[in-house]
């Protein structure tokens, strides 16, 4: 594929959700490239010479371990929510609950935004039907699962950390 077609699948199949810069698209492939998992070739263009991107053997190996990635073995992600509440926590309880209720509001005003505009879409068959709308769906659908887990670990938190308060320290229950 040349660079800008990778640019626009990769738009596509995320149902234009995550959009990318195609600078950042020519960077990863000159890395790739380096580290032996990319070749590039030349191709005749209309306005010169365009560079081609293919996996190598090396690549095609690298992308099959890549598939067969499980969180289990997988490093778990940096999750910037829960850094930032156990960071929160540190700076006592009640600077902890706030941050907490000021997530919970994001949260779930993420949710009926996100719940809006699936509503909207429902009666665009047409829409649905598509590459993209089934990605947007699929997108739209973890958003929703993940902020729902976001805002059950939220109310967690916020019951241990009141729980907390009530314990003197050294003493657990």
Known sequence: RYGYQLKTEWETAT??????????????????????????????????????YS????????????WGQTPATSPLP???????????????PDHALDVITRHRTALTQTLQGVRQAMRARAGEDAVSMSAAGLAQTLVDDAVITRTESDLRWLDQCEARI????AVPDGITS
């Open 162 to 165: 009141i729980r907390s308060r």
């Open 15 to 52: 149902g234009g959700v995550w959009t990318i810069n195609v600078g950042q698209i020519y960077s990863t492939l000159d890395r790739l490239v380096r580290d032996g998992l990319v070749e590039v070739t030349e191709a005749p263009a209309d306005d010169g010479v365009q560079k081609l």
């Open 55 to 66: 996996l190598t053997a090396v690549g095609r190996e690298e992308l099959r371990h890549w």
């Open 78 to 92: 940096r999750d910037g929510l829960v850094v930032k509440i156990l960071l929160a926590v540190r700076t006592g």
